[in-house]
C-alpha cells in the first residue's frame, strides 16, 4: 500500500510529446501569474502548464490555445478564488466566463468569497511567524478529546492588562526581528472572553495578523460580520463529521448543527473559513468525503490525527497504528506522486503543513528549501503556543513552558537552549536519531512523543512507520 514513500526519479518529457503555446497566450498566462500571490505563483504555473498542455493533447492539438489555459485554471483553481481569477484574466484579455454556462457561472459566483489571495498569501507564508494563544479554558462544550481539558474558566486566566501587555511585547518583537506575526485566537470558546474583541484590535494595531479557532457555537450573522469588521482574516471552526450523530457523540448534542451555521454565516460574512476536522477511529474513513465537501461548497479544508493530551488521556478515540496509515496514505498520496517525479514546487505549500512524518528526501535544494517550510514538527518554527497564563509553548499542545511573557521577550525565549533544541531538528532519540529523513520530519509530532514518553525529543517510535518498514 505504501509504495509511494519509494524514491522516485525525476522523469525527463519525451521530445516526441513537446508541445508548444500560442506565443500571445504565454504573454497572457504570464501577466496572470505576475497578479497572482507570490506564495501561490510556482505552484500555479507548473500545475496550470502541466494541465493546459494535457488538455491540448488530449484534444489532439500540438499548440496550448486559450481554451486549453482556461479548462486548466477551472480545474486547478479551488472554487473560491475562482471569481477572483476571472478578474484578473479579464484585464489581460481571456474572458473565462465565457466558457460557462450561465447555470456553472452562477454556481461559482455562489461559491467564491470577496477574499483577495494576498489575504490566503499573508496567513499561509514562509515568513510569518504563528502563536495560538488558549486566551480561555471557558467553553460552552465539553468535547470528550478536548487537549485544554476546557470548560470553566482557569483561575490563571490573564486579566485585559496583562494580556494586552503580551499583544504589545510580541508587537515590538515583530519589528525588532522583522517578522509578520499571526495570531491565532483559541480556547476554550475565544469568544467567551469578554475582552477578546479589545485583544484583536491592539494585535492589529501593531501589524499582527488575526485569525480564529471557534467551534461555530456563537458565529451568528452579527458575530460574524462584527469578526470581518475586526480584520480577522480567516475563521477556523470543527466538524468532525457530516453525520449529526458522529461530530455530537464527542462534542455535544446540537453542536453539529451549530457548527454548519457558523460556517455558513463565516464564508457569508466574506471571511476566509476553514473547516477542520479531528481524526479519530470513529470518523478517519470520513476524511477524505468531508474534503471533498468542503472545497465543493467554498472552504478551506484541514484536518489532523487525535494526538494524546487532556482528555484524550482517558479517552478511546485515538486511532491504532494501521487506522494511522490509512488516513496518512488517504491524505498524501497525490503529493508524494508529485514529490517522486520531482514536482516538489508544484505542491501549494498550505498542502504539505503538517506533514508528519516526512519520509522523502528532495532531489534538489530548490526543492528542499521550498518543502521546509510545512513538512515535519514546526514546533518553534513556524508555530508556537501561548498557554492561559502566558508560557510561550513550542506548541499549543506541547505543554512545555519555554518561558513566560509576561516576564520575558519572545526574542530572548528563542535564544534559549530548550528553544533551540527544538528549532535545529537534530537532537533526537529512538529511531529518529539515525533516520536519513530526520532534517525535514524533525522527529515526527513531537506533542505526541512528550505525551506517549515524557520527552518529546525521545523519538516518535510508538507512531511512525517509516523506518522500521
Not at 298 to 320: A, C
Amino acid at each position: 500500500m505504501f509504495d509511494f514513500f519509494k524514491q522516485g526519479k525525476k522523469n525527463k518529457q519525451d521530445s516526441t510529446d513537446s508541445i508548444t503555446w500560442n506565443p500571445r497566450l504565454i504573454e497572457q498566462f504570464e501577466a496572470i501569474i505576475k497578479m497572482t500571490p507570490v506564495l501561490f505563483r510556482k505552484s500555479a504555473r507548473a500545475a496550470v502548464t502541466e494541465t493546459a498542455e494535457d488538455i491540448a493533447k488530449n484534444r489532439g492539438a500540438t499548440q496550448v490555445e486559450e481554451c486549453d489555459l482556461v479548462n486548466a485554471y477551472l480545474k486547478e483553481t479551488p472554487e473560491m478564488f475562482k471569481e477572483s481569477l476571472f478578474e484578473n484574466a479579464l484585464k489581460v484579455g481571456i474572458d473565462m466566463a465565457s466558457y460557462l454556462s450561465e447555470k456553472r457561472l452562477n454556481k461559482m459566483k455562489a461559491l467564491s468569497t470577496n477574499i483577495a489571495w494576498d489575504q490566503v498569501e499573508q496567513v499561509f507564508h514562509p515568513d510569518v511567524t504563528w502563536f495560538e494563544w488558549a486566551v480561555t479554558q471557558k467553553c460552552n462544550l465539553r468535547c470528550r478529546y478536548c487537549f485544554e481539558n476546557a470548560g470553566t474558566a482557569s483561575q490563571d486566566e490573564l486579566s485585559t492588562k496583562a494580556a494586552l501587555s503580551i499583544v504589545h511585547s510580541l508587537g515590538a518583537s515583530a519589528k525588532k526581528l522583522n517578522r509578520r506575526f499571526v495570531m491565532l485566537w483559541s480556547g476554550g470558546e475565544p469568544l467567551l472572553r469578554e475582552d477578546i474583541f479589545e485583544l484583536i484590535g491592539a494585535a492589529r494595531e501593531e501589524g499582527m495578523l488575526c485569525t480564529m479557532a471557534s467551534n461555530g457555537s456563537f458565529i451568528t450573522p452579527e458575530m460574524a460580520q462584527r469578526l470581518k469588521d475586526a480584520e480577522v482574516s480567516t475563521v477556523i471552526i470543527t466538524l468532525d463529521s457530516l453525520t449529526p450523530d458522529i461530530h455530537d457523540a464527542a462534542r455535544g448534542k446540537g453542536s453539529h448543527a451549530e457548527a454548519l451555521r457558523g460556517i455558513h454565516n463565516a464564508k457569508a460574512a466574506g471571511l476566509l473559513t476553514m473547516v477542520e476536522s479531528v481524526a479519530t477511529r470513529h470518523n478517519y474513513k470520513e476524511v477524505t468525503k468531508l474534503r471533498k465537501w468542503a472545497e465543493k461548497e467554498g472552504f478551506l479544508y484541514f484536518h489532523r490525527p487525535l494526538h494524546r493530551g487532556g482528555r484524550t488521556l482517558t479517552d478511546d478515540s485515538m486511532m491504532n497504528r494501521k487506522q494511522y496509515h490509512q488516513l496518512y496514505f488517504d491524505r498524501y498520496q497525490h503529493i508524494f506522486e508529485k514529490l517522486k517525479t520531482g514536482k516538489g514546487t508544484h505542491i501549494p505549500l498550505f498542502e504539505i503543513f503538517d506533514l508528519v512524518p516526512f519520509p522523502y528526501k528532495p532531489l534538489t535544494r530548490e526543492e528542499r528549501d521550498y518543502l521546509e517550510w510545512g513538512v515535519g514538527c514546526q514546533a518553534c518554527r513556524l508555530i508556537h503556543g501561548i498557554s492561559v497564563s502566558g508560557d510561550l509553548l513550542p506548541c499549543i499542545r506541547l505543554k512545555m513552558p519555554l518561558g513566560n511573557l509576561l516576564t520575558e521577550t519572545f526574542e530572548t525565549i528563542a535564544q534559549t537552549p530548550l528553544y533551540r533544541r527544538f528549532v535545529l531538528r537534530q537532537d533526537r532519540g529512538g529511531i529518529c536519531k539515525s533516520c536519513e529523513h530526520l532534517e525535514l520530519c524533525g522527529g515526527g509530532c513531537l506533542a505526541e512523543t512528550m505525551a506517549l514518553e515524557g520527552d518529546p525529543f525521545a523519538g516518535w517510535e510508538r507512531c511512525c512507520w517509516v523506518t522500521k518498514e
